[in-house]
């Protein structure tokens, strides 16, 4: 590595023109990513057309800066309002929620932009120091390892489902009953749609996530009017306490370097990459079963992880010419408009720019703390408002973020339909997490497993001669029966300890 022309390029991003675009492009991600369904991808995209008078260097300084901004933003409204502002700040929602309806909102936030900047600064670290070595592993993926990989995530199941593990299971499957609808990956025959083209590409992921999460909230809010005090948010941190840092840096720097390979991987995202890193936390935590309930570590997991895949994604981008995300599609097209063709080829002809990448990445995520920071204090407000004002507002930004993403009236209902039917979930004790991961890998499962069948002619065993993809499996058996032992455990202690409640009394 040219260390003279990275400092270079380094002091080119730091320059006050450069910096204030990075600075606004950060802020804009923040707001993007905070708002239920504007996703990073649909603000990159948005951003894309205004980069065109501009300098290459500069440009590129904007978008990484609203990506590195939504990835972190979407955290805000999973800890304030349950309700995921990004896919991948689903995770987040788990722990960070509850932490917020404990009063304390404030730990959570600061907690959140803390890994989010430090699992940031790993994945732009292995960005910028092991591209070739990662692009290769990444190279090595097909159709049976993707499939592998599907799975691997489902096992996880387990360990988001509380303490009902059944009824978990049974929310998994009921997610990957709803990837049925829409057409065929293989032949594109429509299945399930009942006439309702609006379903031709499976349930709108946002519409359904927010329906899910955030309607159903609203209605057990409305429910719950008369009953309970207000929380009362004690603002008292913008930064985690020494305490809290000691006890999850660990843990935030696993959640970096998984987001950081997984992100490599073109088409895996940070989505499944903060649930890996939730379940790999939980497993090796010594109280698992208290994960769910509030653990700080819970949220350092998942915010490491999807914020180290900010630069995990752009490998592939920079080495192969292969988009990691959705976000780093419509970067690709970003470069191409500029008149550059990411690849192999980049690394010989335009080494600069691929420096300068590196380099607006890293000022990107310092941007990103400083200005997340700075609104702590102000984020933590939101869940003080009184709910009477409070819930109505979620209601109606939740509505515009579903109408939002095509425009369509059909969203809308949808959303409804799911707030409803995930109310009515929540009520006879079913989790949702274990729906919303299998909406994510569920497509991503069958298509590569038909893919790969196939490609074999039918054989499925061809998966089981491929060393990466029966590593992966391998994993996800262990990680079943860790954690349905985990949760065994945790049941006959909270049996136990209702049984001395009861010799107390």
């Known amino acids: 590595m040219d260390f003279g022309l990275y400092l270079q390029c380094l002091f080119n991003a730091l320059h006050p023109h450069a910096l204030l675009v990075i600075f606004a492009g950060c802020l804009g991600g923040i707001l993007v990513g905070s708002l239920p369904g504007l996703t990073a991808t649909m603000g990159v995209a948005l951003l894309v057309p205004f980069s065109f008078g501009m300098d290459m260097d500069v440009s590129i300084g904007m978008l990484l800066g609203l990506y590195c901004g939504a990835m972190y933003g979407g955290s805000i409204s999973?800890?304030?309002?349950?309700?995921?502002?990004?896919?991948?700040?689903?995770?987040?929602?788990?722990?960070?929620?509850?932490?917020?309806?404990?009063?304390?909102?404030?730990?959570?936030?600061?907690?959140?932009?803390t890994a989010s900047f430090?699992?940031?600064?790993?994945?732009?670290?292995?960005?910028?120091?092991?591209?070739?070595?990662?692009?290769?592993?990444?190279?090595?993926?097909?159709?049976?390892?993707?499939?592998?990989?599907?799975?691997?995530?489902?096992?996880?199941?387990?360990?988001?489902?509380?303490?009902?593990?059944?009824?978990?299971?049974?929310?998994?499957?009921?997610?990957?009953?709803?990837?049925?609808?829409?057409?065929?990956?293989?032949?594109?025959?429509?299945?399930?749609?009942?006439?309702q083209m609006e379903l031709y590409e499976g349930p709108p992921f946002i519409p359904t996530l927010i329906g899910l999460f955030a309607v159903s909230e609203i209605l057990s809010g409305v429910e719950k009017f008369t009953a309970g005090k207000q929380v009362v948010q004690q603002v008292s941190q913008i930064l985690p306490t020494m305490a809290d840092v000691k006890r999850c840096l660990v843990t935030i720097i696993k959640g970096g370097v998984i987001g950081s390979f997984i992100g490599s991987i073109p088409g895996a995202g940070g989505d499944i990459a903060a649930f890996v890193s939730y379940g790999e936390a939980k497993r090796s935590s010594k109280t698992p079963e208290k994960f769910g309930t509030g653990m700080i570590e819970g949220v350092a997991a998942?915010?490491?992880?999807?914020?180290?895949?900010?630069?995990?994604?752009?490998?592939?981008?920079?080495?192969?010419?292969?988009?990691?995300?959705?976000?780093?599609?419509?970067?690709?097209?970003?470069?191409?408009?500029h008149g550059l063709q990411p690849g192999p080829l980049l690394y010989k002809e335009h080494i600069d720019i691929v420096y300068m990448v590196?380099?607006?990445?890293?000022?990107?995520?310092?941007?990103?703390?400083?200005?997340?920071?700075?609104?702590?204090?102000?984020?933590?407000?939101?869940?003080?408002?009184?709910?009477?004002?409070?819930?109505?507002?979620?209601?109606?930004?939740?509505?515009?973020?579903?109408?939002?993403?095509?425009?369509?009236?059909?969203?809308?209902?949808?959303?409804?339909?799911f707030g409803v039917v995930g109310y009515l979930l929540q009520r006879f004790g079913f989790p949702l997490p274990p729906i919303l991961l299998a909406l994510i890998l569920g497509p991503m499962a069958e298509s590569n497993l038909r893919r790969t069948l196939v490609i074999s002619q039918g054989d499925p065993s061809v998966i089981l001669h491929q060393p990466i993809a029966m590593f992966l499996l391998i994993l996800a058996v262990v990680s079943l029966v860790m954690s349905y032992r985990s949760q065994r455990k945790v049941a006959a202690r909270m049996l136990a300890a209702k049984k001395a409640n009861e010799a107390d009394k």
């Open 358 to 417: 590196f380099a607006s990445m890293l000022v990107a995520n310092v941007a990103m703390f400083i200005l997340g920071a700075t609104g702590v204090k102000f984020f933590a407000k939101v869940i003080g408002i009184d709910k009477r004002m409070l819930l109505p507002i979620i209601m109606v930004l939740s509505l515009i973020g579903s109408y939002s993403m095509r425009n369509s009236f059909f969203d809308v209902f949808i959303t409804l339909g």
């Open 78 to 113: 999973s800890i304030l309002i349950h309700t995921p502002g990004t896919p991948a700040a689903a995770a987040t929602m788990l722990d960070g929620y509850p932490l917020s309806q404990q009063g304390q909102a404030s730990r959570a936030l600061s907690m959140s932009l």
């Open 302 to 337: 998942s915010e490491s992880a999807n914020n180290g895949c900010t630069g995990g994604a752009m490998i592939p981008l920079l080495s192969l010419g292969v988009p990691g995300d959705s976000v780093t599609a419509i970067l690709l097209g970003a470069f191409i408009i």
């Open 118 to 195: 430090i699992g940031g600064l790993l994945g732009c670290l292995i960005m910028t120091f092991l591209s070739p070595q990662v692009s290769i592993f990444a190279l090595k993926f097909s159709t049976s390892e993707y499939f592998a990989l599907a799975v691997f995530g489902l096992s996880i199941i387990v360990s988001i489902s509380s303490q009902n593990v059944l009824k978990g299971v049974m929310s998994g499957f009921f997610g990957l009953i709803l990837c049925t609808v829409g057409s065929d990956p293989i032949s594109g025959y429509p299945r399930y749609i009942f006439g």
